[in-house]
């Protein structure tokens, strides 16, 4: 059981506007659901509450429109916050229970036709957004952020004069300094993707994140807590590192 | 000028209706005009603290709603002269409450008294919203345990964003009341230790107090600690944080430190017997 856990693959997640995130369900089904459960379990509560988008190519691709079912399903029944679904004609999902969710997400039209066109296109590069205004790609915060505050800046850095407590959560587009404790959860690369990187004076925090990686506390343990540290992405795993 | 204070923390049992009592008290013992008004509709406790449970006829809802006028429900305390109680209401909700109704009872009390101090239902919905929606000062009262620092930053952070001084871009002076401070667990390193809730929560020290019977046996009294027993250390505490308010220069003791001191004492006594 154990040697089967360890060779699950591992369940990628992608930021996305706000704090949605994308789940792609991949073959074998039962492997990446158990997968998928272990990481919700180990991620303490990073999914609650949190708005989830269900690519559903593969399955579809795969398993042909009965899987979708299963898996949507199956995602359904983790009480998961399933706001949108990607990568299905929304023709299939007429007349279910699904069917009210979003097919439309960042206003892309998912039918038939245009999937195909989508498909061809690497997946992972982000669609081409409208050029930021000049000069302002970075937000400044000179006070310390509270828990239970948000701080979403999707255009670029952020920065941050004071603490990030527990509970407190910060999102950037790319990357985040924090001179002060970082106590709560940091995510950066939401759009400059893993060359971006958290700094922080103290690490306290319960979650740090960049591009489609994560590590929750438990996964750095006692030699980095308190110190001087950085977060980056280095050869597809989450890296930190201590300065001093 | 009249000051609107909000004793409020998020958590719920660490203090607030106690120390919205005490210092009110300290405050009203010190000369000024203190009104203490109860936000905690439903669940309301302040009245029992200080002793006025029994003459409670009209309440804060009912003024609000304008079925009363708000002479006919302030009830002045039997001890000191210029304090006054604003009792909840025990039958309703907090629904009952209107931010403008709200705002309308706050600007008379404005014009009657120096103190107006807000005792904050726990939570962060409407009633602790309404109780720090018009404040001029805040009172974060938190105890030395994980939860409640972590709720008391939460707090502070409405503070910052859900009152009328910091949508108006005025500050909001911000106090941390460190109650239930238990200097023997303190000394075994079994809870948190004050300058780590002060880095933390990145607020003014308004004062310590000790985890103490005094304050227990003046609850249940009916009086506030610095009336029913003014000698004792706690009472000494909320006197001295009173004082720190009113704008004199106090110097804060860590119970830590003089039960250290009590225990290095009581060491030598008995190693010499």
């Known amino acids: 059981m154990a040697v089967e856990t360890l060779a699950a693959p591992h369940v990628t997640l992608r930021g996305r506007t706000f704090m949605a995130l994308v789940v792609a369900p991949e073959f074998p089904m039962a492997e990446w659901f158990s997968a998928f459960d272990q990481q919700m379990h180990g991620a303490g509560g990073f999914f609650i509450d949190r708005p989830i988008v269900a690519d559903l190519g593969a399955t579809l691709e795969e398993g042909g429109p009965d899987a979708v079912f299963i898996v949507l399903e199956g995602l359904e029944a983790r009480q998961l916050r399933l706001i949108g679904v990607e990568g299905v004609d929304p023709v299939l999902l007429a007349g279910t229970r699904w069917e009210r969710l979003p097919k439309t997400l960042h206003g892309r039209v998912q039918t038939l036709e245009t999937w195909a066109d989508l498909h061809a296109a690497p997946h992972d590069e982000p669609s081409p957004e409208p050029v930021a205004a000049p000069g302002v790609s970075s937000l400044l915060i000179d006070r310390p952020v509270r828990s239970g505050q948000s701080i979403v800046f999707e255009d670029g850095d952020v920065t941050i004069i004071g603490a990030v407590a527990s509970g407190a959560e910060v999102i950037a587009g790319g990357s985040i300094h924090i001179y002060g404790a970082l106590r709560g959860r940091a995510i950066a690369g939401l759009r400059a993707g893993d060359s971006a990187r958290i700094f922080c004076r103290k690490l306290e925090a319960e979650l740090v994140g960049v591009d489609r990686l994560y590590r929750t506390a438990e996964h750095w343990g006692e030699a980095l807590h308190g110190r001087s540290v950085q977060v980056m992405c280095d050869r597809g795993a989450l890296r930190l590192s201590a300065f001093d | ?273």
């Open chain 2, 1 to 273: 000028m009249s000051k609107v204070m909000v004793v409020t923390s998020g958590k719920g049992g660490v203090g607030k209706t106690t120390s919205s009592a005490s210092l009110g008290a300290a405050l009203a013992q010190a000369g000024q005009n203190v009104v203490l008004v109860d936000f905690d509709v439903g669940l309301r406790n302040l009245d029992l603290v200080m002793g006025a449970e029994r003459r409670v006829v009209f309440d804060l809802v009912n003024v609000v709603q304008g079925d009363a006028k708000l002479p006919q429900a302030l009830i002045r305390d039997k001890r000191v002269e210029t304090l006054y109680l604003l009792p909840a209401s025990q039958t309703r909700d907090k629904d009952a409450l209107t931010e403008e109704g709200v705002g309308r009872v706050i600007a008379e009390l404005r014009e009657r008294f120096d103190w107006i101090v807000c005792d904050s239902p726990a939570g962060i919905e409407k009633g602790a919203q309404l109780a720090m929606r018009f404040a001029d000062i805040a009172v974060v009262v938190t105890n030395p345990e994980v939860s409640s620092v972590r709720d008391s930053d939460r707090i502070i952070g409405m503070l910052d964003s859900k009152t009328l001084r910091a949508e108006t871009g005025e500050r909001l002076e911000k106090h941390l009341l460190l109650t239930r401070y238990d200097a023997a667990r303190a000394t075994k390193g079994e809870m948190m230790k004050v300058e780590d809730i002060l880095e933390i929560l990145a607020i003014p020290l308004l004062g310590i107090v000790a985890e103490s019977p005094d304050v227990l046996t003046a609850s249940n009294v009916g009086s506030p600690v610095t009336l029913h027993n003014p000698a004792s250390a706690a009472a000494r505490s909320y006197t001295d944080a009173a004082r720190r308010l009113m704008g004199e220069s106090v110097a804060i003791n860590t119970p830590a430190e003089k039960r250290g001191l009590m225990s290095r004492l009581f060491g030598r006594k008995a190693a010499a017997a």
